[in-house]
């Protein structure tokens, strides 16, 4: 695709159809970055590729009582989220295409990450932030040398800001653009990778608009196409109680996404109320025979404690999955192979730890 758009003329969501391939024998020999599935991600030109040799997270296991469960530490990526996977492609496509001027609109972290790749690609960037995002991935955007505004009320009113921005500039949204989920998909390779090139059973993870849902979800599908593996892991998608628009929906057997009244929550990044790409998200996990978790702030807290505790230093919205985890084990069978992450560090929110340490 050589043209920049980032939705449908129709107005709708824009998917990519992509033929990905695995060469395997070659790909083990390449350095350990999400690189080294080349093949797989869809910029032509090595030469527009922005990257700081990131990905390949560790994959370590963590003792919950009785039971082991496998977690992607991805609050290792250079700006301390998950989301670096999808502005390395994003970011490497845009560049491709000749634009030099994008727009994104966050809850901080996807926000930092497009930030830190802008720079590497010397790409101007405008992101907009609500106004009660984390003063550290405040300043972790600022210091990136973008445009950073941030708006008053919620996140959609957020969105709507930098959407009117857009019709001027290129829409580099980590939930619009498909190129970001071609990104997140990389986290299924390196899982399976790391697994002897099996899947796992079940996938623990966090929702708000899905970029790593949705792009995990694709990662499987293309490795099942190119017969690497033989299932598609069982999807459990996590939402915060305060804010849980999925987790109502498909309790409710519904195949829209009904608005909801959101409170707010210590889990930031994941305080979605009516995600754009709900239905999407919705048949994955259905398909996937998998289910929702919503987790409460105590739950949310006491997980944080702990995981911090083992010496793992997280910010409150990843610690909101390993609330899910901890919800999810007590029906887990034995052998079951369960695996989750950590999306984001600990450092980010300094001031929301401070309050709770
Ligand atoms: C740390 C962290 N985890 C998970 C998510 C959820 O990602 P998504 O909203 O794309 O589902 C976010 C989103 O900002 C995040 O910052």
């Not at 990905?55 to 977690?71: A, E, K």
């Not at 966050?106 to 497009?114: H, I, M, P, V």
């Not at 998998?290 to 610690?319: Q, R």
């Not at 919800?327 to 950590?342: A, C, D, M, N, Q």
Request: hydrophobic residues 40%.
């Amino acid at each position: 695709m050589n043209k920049n758009i980032w939705r449908c003329e129709c107005g709708g969501l824009l998917d990519l159809e992509f033929d990905a391939r695995f060469p395997l024998k070659e790909i083990t020999k390449r350095k350990e970055t999400l690189w080294r599935y080349r093949e797989a991600l869809p910029v032509e030109d090595d030469a527009n590729i922005v990257s700081f040799d990131e990905g390949f997270t560790p994959l370590i296991s963590v003792h919950f009582n009785q039971r082991n469960v496998l977690i992607k530490e991805d609050h290792l990526f250079p700006s301390g989220s998950f989301k670096d996977r999808g502005a390395t492609v994003m970011v490497s496509k845009v560049k491709e295409i000749g634009v030099n001027r994008i727009v994104e609109d966050s809850s901080g972290n996807a926000g930092a990450a497009l930030a830190a790749y802008a720079a590497r690609a010397h790409i101007l960037c405008d992101i907009f932030v609500p106004d009660y995002t984390s003063e550290g991935k405040l300043v972790q955007i600022r210091a990136y040398g973008v445009n950073l505004t941030k708006v008053k009320g919620s996140r959609e009113d957020t969105s709507s800001e930098a959407m009117k921005f857009a019709a001027k500039y290129y829409y580099a949204s980590h939930y619009w653009n498909p190129f970001f989920f071609h990104g997140t998909k990389t986290f299924s390779f390196e899982v399976c990778e790391q697994l002897g090139w099996k899947s796992p059973d079940t996938l623990i993870l966090p929702v708000g608009n899905g970029s790593l849902l949705i792009g995990v979800y694709i990662g499987f599908q293309e490795l099942m196409r190119e017969n690497i593996i033989e299932k598609i892991p069982r999807f459990i998608g996590v939402q915060p109680e305060n804010c849980a628009p999925l987790a109502c929906s498909f309790k409710k057997g519904l195949n829209t996404i009904i608005p909801i009244e959101k409170k707010p929550t210590i889990a930031e990044g994941i305080m979605i109320a009516n995600p754009i790409r709900g239905v999407q998200i919705l048949n994955i996990v259905r398909e996937s025979n998998g289910d929702f978790i919503e987790v409460s702030e105590e739950e949310i807290i006491e997980a944080l404690k702990e995981m911090i505790a083992m010496g793992f230093y997280i910010e409150p919205t990843s610690a909101a999955t390993i609330a899910g985890v901890k919800k999810y084990l007590p029906r887990s069978s034995s052998g079951e192979v369960i695996v989750s992450t950590f999306t984001g560090h600990g450092l980010k929110t300094t001031e929301t730890l401070s309050k709770i340490f």
